[in-house]
T-cell receptor, first 111, second 112 residues
């Protein structure tokens, strides 16, 4: 079955810097890749997703890139702000198979 | 209520108690999930239901018993739990398995 690895497990940046979180997946047939943000004490919420027919997607300060050949996808956050501090989860799925989540990255943005 | 709701939000129970967690989704989705979230395993999938039929049980101990009476409601019945079962239990739903999942706020469970 699918296996998703996520790195780094923790990431500390200064406000205004960029942050990049990377995930690799094992099943080349996977075609859906969402990213979730979970603030302390709150539920995971979808922030951006991408399908395998697209190489990059952007939404304001957030972007996701997909490299199908290398089987990895990354979340890019530019001009980070303290409110970006949270745990971020990547996930992957194929067709009607369940989403498989990464182990999460704790992002800390210092003012 | 909109989205995915869960009750109770907090639960403290002894090891001999029996309790149930409730999840309701107002999104018209056909799939529902139970996850366990703890420090050791951030998002651990427990059960998957599609159109009220259980399609996955990830080697979960029998002291956890799910029930899905219809596509909008999901329950997790708990009995004779262990302290290591203390965690945040998240419910989620999606239009179909493999698609975007919407999460509920979770139930923070403490087993004494």
């Amino acid at each position: 079955g699918e296996n998703v690895e996520q790195h780094p497990s923790t990431l500390s940046v200064q406000e205004g810097d960029s942050a990049v979180i990377k995930c690799t997946y094992s099943d080349s047939a996977s075609n859906y890749f969402p990213w979730y943000k979970q603030e302390l004490g709150k539920r995971p919420q979808l922030i951006i997703d991408i399908r395998s027919n697209v190489g990059e997607k952007k939404d304001q300060r957030i972007a996701v890139t997909l490299n199908k050949t290398a089987k990895h996808f990354s979340l890019h956050i530019t001009e980070t702000q303290p409110e970006d501090s949270a745990v971020y989860f990547c996930a992957a799925s194929m067709g009607f198979q369940k989403l498989v989540f990464g182990t999460g990255t704790r992002l800390l943005v210092s003012p | 209520e909109t989205g995915v709701t869960q009750t109770p939000r907090h639960l403290v129970m002894g090891m001999t108690n029996k309790k149930s967690l409730k999840c309701e989704q107002h999104l018209g989705h056909n799939a529902m999930y139970w996850y366990k979230q703890s420090a050791k395993k951030p998002l651990e999938l427990m059960f998957v239901y599609s159109l009220e039929e259980r399609v996955e049980n990830n080697s979960v101990p029998s002291r956890f018993s799910p029930e899905c009476p219809n596509s909008s409601h999901l329950f997790l019945h708990l009995h004779t739990l262990q302290p290591e079962d203390s965690a945040l239990y998240l419910c989620a739903s999606s239009q179909a398995i493999g698609g975007r999942e919407d999460f509920g706020p979770g139930t923070r469970l403490t087993v004494l």
